[in-house]
C-alpha cells in the first residue's frame, strides 16, 4: 500500500481556536482599505475631494472608459455572496459567509494584486439579488459571486452577465471547473487516456459540478462517458425527482442509479457534493489508474490517505492545501480577473477560460526554476502522479495566467485596451508579488525541507509555548521548551494549549542530565574573566538564556530564540557569554522592512552603538550576506545625511571612509555612498548623480548609526505601514534569534524559522 508521504505535505492543520484567534487577533477579520494617495494638507484635500474631485467627474461624464484612469474601479472587484452554498458546509446565510468572502478578497490581493471587498447580500430571492448587484457596475472592474447554491447560481450568473458590462464571473462554477479541468487534462495524460473514451463520474450536480461537467464536454469528453448524481443518485435520463433543467441537460442514458453502480470500472471520479461521500468500496471499484479528484471543502469525499489504504494506482486530488495536488479555484479567481483587469475586458468568456485551463496544466509540466522549488516544500516537484498542477504559492502563476487570459480576451475582441508588449506585461505581473510573504513564504518552506530543533528559551511564557506550538504544528522541526515542567504545563492549561503533540520536548533546567557539561563549557569560557566555577554553575541553573546558549553552543540545539522577558542588550550580552562571534565576522543586526511591494534590509539595528568607518564596512558586508542568503542580490548604499559630499561634516565624513575602505576591500557585492535616504531609495533622484554606482535603488541601507537605525525602521513601523521583521541576529558563531520585549507569537515564529533557517 502506497504511503501519502508526510514530507509531501504542506503542514497547515491548524486547530479551531487557532483559527478562531487568527481571525480574531488585533483588528478583527482580515481587510482593512487604505489610501492611495496622501490626505493630509488643505491641498490635499482640495485636489481629493472638493473643488479638485469636480475635475475627473466631470471627465468621466464625457468619457465613462476614463473611470479606470481616475478612480479604483479599473483594479477593484466584488466578491458577492448570499451564503446558500458556503463551500461544502450548505446553506449558513450571508453573514456566516463573510469569513469565506473576506478570504477570497484577501486571495485576490495577495496572488494578483487586485483590490476586493467582499458583499454579503442577506437575500436568497433570485430577482432581489440580481437587482441588488445589477446597480453596483460603476463601482467595480468584475463581479466575483460565490458560494450561491445551484440552480440559484445560474440564473443569477446568466442575467448578470446580460445586465452588466464587465466581466461576472461565478467562481464556483468557471474557476473550480477551469482549474479540474487542468488537472485533469494532465492526469489523463499521465495515465496515457484518450478523452474521447474516458468515462466520468461526477458526485455533486449543483454550481461547481454543472460547470466541470460542460467545460469537459466542451474539451471533446463523448457526452455519453459522463454520469452526474446528486442526492437522490444517478441523474438518468427520465428521471424525475429532484431535477431541474441544468441537471436535465446532463442526464445519462444509462442503467445505473447509484453512486456505488456509476463508479464501476469509472476512469475518472470528480467530488463536488460533501465530506465522506465516496466509500472504499467505490473507489475500490474503479477501472486500473483511476483519477480521484474529491474536491468538497473544507473536508473531502475521501482523503488521500483512505484511498492510499485500498488502492496504490490512483492519481489523488483534492480542494485542500495540505495534500498534494490541491484543486481549487484559488488557482484560478485571482489570476483570471487580474488579466481581464488589465485590458478591461467587458466579460471572461470561454476563450479566457480555456487559456488559463492551458497555462495552468502547462505550468505543471514544466520543470520547476530553483527561485521557485521553495514553494514547492522544498522538494522539485516533477510532473507526475503527485504532481498534476501547480501549487497556490507558485510564483509563476502571477504572469503565466493573466498574460494568457489577457491575449484570450484581446483576440476574442472583449478587450477595451490592448497590450502590444506582452513580455513587458508578465514582467510587470512578477512584479506585483507580495515580497512579504514570498520572502517568508521562501524561508519556512526551506526549513521544512530541513527540520531544526529550535530551543524556546522563554517558554513559560503564554506567546512563546503558542509560537512553539505553531512552530511544531508548521512542521518546521521539534521546539525545546525550556522551563519548569510544572510552570509550563499550568501556563499551556491556562491557555488551552495542547502539549501533548510531537514536535514539543520540554527540558526542564534543574533536572537536566547535561548540566554539568553546560557548566563545565561555560566555566571554561568565562574563568578568564573573573567569574568563579559557581557563577557558571548559577548561570547555567538559573538563567534559562545561558542554558540556552549553551545547548546550542554544544550541539543539543540548532538554534535558539529569545527576548521577550529580557531587554535586546541584556539578552544579547548572555548570549555572547556562551558563543563566539563567526571567525571574520561581525555580529550585528539587521531588520527588514516589507513595504509596498519592497524589501529593503536595514543595519545596523542592534549592536553598534556609534560605528566607526572600518565597523561600518563590516556593518555592510554581513548586511549584504545576509540579503544575498536571503535571495535579493545585495545594493548596498552606505546611508547618511549628507549626498556625495553635501553638505559637508564630520558625521559623513565616517560614511565617505567606510566606502573607502570597501573599495580596498573589494568585495563583490553593489555599494555606494554616503547617500542621504530619498537618494538611495528613488530611482529618479539617484539619476542626479549619473556617477553613481547603484544599478538601481538600493535594497541593504547601512545607517551611520544606531540611532538612525533604530529611529527610522520604527518610524516606517508605525507610520509607513510596513512590516518589520527583526533585528535578525547576524555574525554570531550559531544560529540565535533575539526577539523584542514583549513580541507576539507570531513574530516569534518568524524569529524561530529565522534561526532555523541557520541564519547567524
Ligand atoms: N475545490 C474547489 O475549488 C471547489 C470545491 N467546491 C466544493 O463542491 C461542493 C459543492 O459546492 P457547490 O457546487 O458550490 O454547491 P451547490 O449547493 O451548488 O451544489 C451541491 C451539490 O452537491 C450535491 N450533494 C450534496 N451532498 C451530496 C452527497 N452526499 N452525494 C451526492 N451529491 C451531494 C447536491 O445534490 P442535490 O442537487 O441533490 O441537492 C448538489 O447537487 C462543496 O463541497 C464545495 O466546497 C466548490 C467550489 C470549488
Ligand atoms: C473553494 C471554494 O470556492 C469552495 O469550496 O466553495
Ligand atoms: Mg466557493
Known amino acids: ?222 457526452p455519453d462517458n459522463i454520469i452526474l448524481c446528486d442526492t437522490k443518485g444517478v441523474i438518468y435520463q427520465g428521471r424525475t425527482e429532484g431535477m431541474n433543467q441544468w441537471k436535465s441537460a446532463h442526464a445519462a442514458k444509462t442503467d445505473a442509479r447509484t453512486l456505488e453502480e456509476a463508479m464501476e470500472g469509472a476512469d475518472v471520479v470528480f467530488g463536488l457534493s460533501q465530506k465522506g461521500a465516496f466509500s472504499a468500496e467505490m473507489i475500490r471499484s474503479m477501472a486500473d489508474r483511476p483519477i480521484i479528484f474529491a474536491m468538497a471543502n473544507p473536508d473531502p469525499e ?48 470561454d476563450a479566457m477560460k480555456i487559456a488559463a485551463v492551458r497555462a495552468l496544466a502547462n505550468l505543471a509540466r514544466e520543470d520547476v526554476p530553483d527561485d521557485v522549488v521553495a514553494a514547492y516544500q522544498g522538494n522539485r516537484p516533477r510532473f507526475g502522479s503527485q504532481y498534476i498542477i501547480p501549487v497556490p504559492f507558485d510564483p509563476r502563476l502571477i504572469s503565466a495566467i493573466p498574460v494568457a487570459v489577457a491575449e484570450a480576451a484581446i483576440e476574442t475582441g472583449v478587450a477595451r485596451k490592448v497590450i502590444t508588449d506582452m513580455a513587458g506585461y508578465a514582467r510587470e505581473l512578477s512584479a506585483r508579488r507580495d515580497p512579504i510573504a514570498s520572502t517568508l513564504a521562501s524561508l519556512y518552506e526551506r526549513v521544512r525541507r530541513r527540520p531544526k530543533r529550535i530551543v524556546f528559551a522563554e517558554a513559560e511564557e503564554e506567546q512563546v509555548l503558542r509560537a512553539a506550538m505553531s512552530y511544531a504544528n508548521q512542521e518546521l522541526g521539534t521546539a525545546i521548551l525550556l522551563g519548569r515542567e510544572d510552570l509550563i504545563r499550568a501556563t499551556a492549561e491556562r491557555a488551552g494549549i495542547d502539549l501533548n503533540r510531537p514536535g514539543l520536548e520540554i527540558v526542564n533546567a534543574r533536572i537536566s542530565t547535561r548540566v554539568e557539561a553546560y557548566i563545565d563549557y561555560l566555566y571554561a569560557r568565562l574563568q578568564r574573566h573573573g567569574y568563579l566555577h559557581r557563577d557558571a554553575q548559577r548561570l547555567i541553573h ?132 554616503e547617500m542621504a535616504a530619498d537618494v538611495a531609495l528613488n530611482r529618479k533622484v539617484m539619476e542626479q548623480y549619473p556617477f553613481c554606482r547603484l544599478s538601481g535603488p538600493a535594497n541593504v541601507l547601512v545607517m551611520p548609526a544606531f540611532h538612525s537605525a533604530s529611529i527610522s ?39 524561530a524559522a529565522i534561526a532555523a533557517y541557520g541564519v547567524s
Open 302 to 349: 475521501i482523503t488521500p490517505e483512505e484511498v492510499a489504504r485500498i488502492r496504490d494506482d490512483a492519481i489523488m486530488a483534492t480542494g485542500r492545501s495540505d495534500y498534494p495536488n490541491q484543486v481549487n479555484n484559488v488557482l484560478g479567481f485571482p489570476y483570471i480577473f487580474r488579466g481581464a483587469l488589465d485590458v478591461r475586458a467587458s466579460t471572461i468568456n
Open 1 to 222: 500500500m502506497p504511503d501519502i508521504d508526510k514530507k509531501d505535505r504542506p503542514a497547515t492543520s491548524v486547530t479551531d481556536q487557532e483559527a478562531l484567534d487568527f481571525h480574531a487577533t488585533g483588528r478583527p477579520g482580515k481587510l482593512e482599505i487604505n489610501p492611495t494617495k496622501p490626505m493630509a494638507t488643505q491641498r490635499d484635500l482640495s485636489l481629493a475631494y472638493s473643488p479638485g474631485v469636480a475635475v475627473p467627474v466631470k471627465a468621466i461624464a464625457a468619457d465613462p472608459q476614463t473611470a479606470y484612469d481616475y478612480t479604483a474601479r479599473g483594479n477593484m472587484v466584488a466578491v458577492i455572496s448570499n451564503g446558500t452554498a458556503i463551500l461544502g458546509l450548505g446553506n449558513l446565510g450571508a453573514l456566516a459567509s463573510k469569513p469565506v468572502m473576506e478570504g477570497k478578497a484577501v486571495l485576490f490581493k495577495r496572488f494578483a494584486d487586485v483590490d476586493s471587498i467582499d458583499l454579503e447580500i442577506d437575500t436568497e430571492n433570485v430577482d432581489e439579488f440580481i437587482n441588488c448587484v445589477r446597480f453596483l457596475g460603476p463601482s467595480f472592474g468584475g463581479i466575483n459571486l460565490e458560494d450561491i447554491k445551484a440552480p440559484d447560481c445560474f440564473v443569477i450568473e446568466s442575467r448578470l452577465r446580460e445586465l452588466m458590462d464587465i466581466p461576472v464571473f461565478h467562481d464556483d462554477q468557471h474557476g473550480t471547473a477551469i482549474i479540474a479541468a487542468a488537472g485533469l487534462i494532465n492526469a489523463l495524460e499521465l495515465t496515457g487516456r484518450d478523452l474521447k473514451s474516458t468515462k466520468l463520474v461526477c458526485n455533486g450536480a449543483g454550481a461547481a459540478a454543472i460547470a466541470c461537467v460542460e467545460l469537459v464536454k466542451a474539451m471533446g469528453f463523448a
Open 542 to 673: 538559573n538563567d534559562r538564556n545561558h542554558f540556552a546558549a549553551t545547548m546550542v553552543a554544544l550541539g543539543d540545539a540548532d538554534g535558539m530564540v529569545t527576548g521577550i522577558t529580557r531587554n535586546y542588550s541584556t539578552a544579547l550580552e548572555d548570549v555572547r557569554r556562551c558563543i563566539d562571534e563567526k571567525p571574520g565576522h561581525r555580529v550585528i543586526g539587521v531588520s527588514l522592512a516589507l513595504c509596498r511591494g519592497r524589501t529593503v534590509f536595514v543595519a545596523d539595528t542592534a549592536v553598534h552603538d556609534m560605528p566607526t568607518a572600518e565597523q561600518l564596512a563590516d556593518i555592510a558586508e554581513e548586511a549584504a550576506g545576509l540579503a544575498r542568503r536571503m535571495g535579493y542580490p545585495p545594493r548596498v548604499a552606505m546611508l547618511a545625511y549628507s549626498t556625495f559630499g553635501h553638505p559637508s561634516g564630520e558625521r559623513s565624513e565616517r560614511v565617505r571612509e567606510a566606502v573607502k575602505i570597501l573599495d580596498k576591500r573589494r568585495v563583490d557585492f553593489e555599494y555606494d555612498g
Open 713 to 751: 525602521t520604527k518610524m516606517l513601523q508605525e507610520l509607513g505601514g510596513s512590516t518589520v521583521i527583526g533585528p535578525i541576529l547576524v555574525g554570531l558563531d550559531k544560529p540565535v534569534q533575539i526577539t523584542s520585549m514583549g513580541a507576539k507569537d507570531s513574530d516569534i515564529v518568524n524569529m
